[in-house]
């Protein structure tokens, strides 16, 4: 016998006492759900003994309601499929009598929101669609789902209560584990598995080491050009930030000492970094240390996508050679898995440890579990560093063809840098509006993050990031021609 789905019980208030019969409170709560739009078109609704034992009273009167319903039209009902809203209703079933759940439009100094969240950027739509030159995008075509789809089911069938409960707000231990054997192997990282925490990705690492180690009115050094969604973070924290010029081995620390010798922090990508692509070279890295070590100032290392190397090996971690315990090590799975996973970690010095961990539980209380217990079987069993290299190969693929196509296509006019590493690089060009190309560019379904948007200081330098994972060698020709044309 098929059984029918459950539908969602409704919020219905009898009152016995009322002079209204109980089959009247019934269809008049109804009608105003569905006419309220509350209850859609297409919506089960629960069967007549279900609602009967929810609400503590006879069928019968919840049967003549029903009947009601399913005579006038808000309902309709099929032989073992039960009953649901109608199908047939318009979408915006006028309701004269009836207020929507949707405030009234007015004026904007009417309703008052956080002037932070007035100063953020709303009109971004070259990160909003899939398509070639997403800068977030990866191959998902290369990933290994019947292994993964494998894990996930064995994970299910040996799911046991306790999985079910709140879990460590650092992050499954098993997961942890693994992590700490892939950073201290593969990045140069040192630590220990009691150093990490697992977060939702970068971004929400960022957020809580800023609410850990940061006061407002605390200046912060940040990458000029830079990822402006961090400088969004430490604006909405009140703090300071402090542009910090980035050339050709990396951010300035002279400059930077310059402008504000005790800032509180530094935010760098020293492996890859975003936007221009340049690797910190070793004496900057080395200025840096030793900057931080003399302030009594905190380093954010966001190392997003640096397993990914294309003319030499992978560049070891800042973190690997701080010897005071002044760099917060913040690493993401979005570029090498998949973005939805929303699984990152940040290794932290020991004596902060108890800090992150009161400030996560003031947050969220922690990552799910479900998903971390898989990935660390993914990770355990070799299948992230066989994954790793048969990706390193693809995006390498995808890379010299972007490379070469702009070269084709665009010749001495573009500027490329930051080609060598990561899932992005940066094309500069001169005498071009790049935000308005981008706005064009996404009704074309090309999605170029105008470079211009990432400085803070002027002047900003026009021009695109490119990223490159989610477009194959062949297609990159075609799609660079179709960019030149715009911008053109």
Known sequence: MKRVPSGIIPVISVDRKSADALYQQIYDAYRGAIVGRTLRPGQRVPSTRMLADELGISRIP????????????YFESRVGSGTVVSRSLPDQTPAPHVR???PEKSKPEARRISKRTTSVDKNVPWRRGWG?????????EHFPFPVWNRLITRQSRHSYAKSMDYGDPLGLRK??????????????VRCEDEQIMIVSGSQQALEITTRV????GDSVWMEDPGYRFAYRVFGFHGCKVVPVPVDHEGLNVAAGIRSARQARAALVTPSHQYPLGVT??????LQLLAWAEQAGSWIIEDDYDSEYRYESMPIASLQGLDHHARVIYIGTFSKVMFPSLRLGYIVLPVDLVEAFHAVRLSMDIGPSHFFQAVLADFIGEGHFSRHIRRMRVVYGERRSALIESIRKEFGSEAEVTGGQAGMHLSMALTGIRDREIALRAADENLWLVPLSSSYLTKPQRPGFILGFGSTSAEQMPAAVRKMSALIR
Do not use: H, K
């Not at 919840?62 to 039209?73: H, K, P, R």
């Not at 997961?175 to 140069?188: C, E, F, M, P």
């Not at 180690?213 to 407002?216: A, E, I, K």
């Open 132 to 140: 070639p030159f997403g800068v977030s995008q990866v191959a998902f």
């Open 175 to 188: 997961l942890r584990t693994a992590i700490a054997n892939y950073v201290r192997t593969a990045r140069g």
């Open 280 to 285: 910190m070279s070793a004496s900057r890295r």
């Open 213 to 216: 180690l940061l006061d407002p």
């Open 100 to 102: 929507s759940a949707r």
């Open 62 to 73: 919840i049967l003549n309601a029903y009947s009601q319903l399913l005579a006038e039209g």
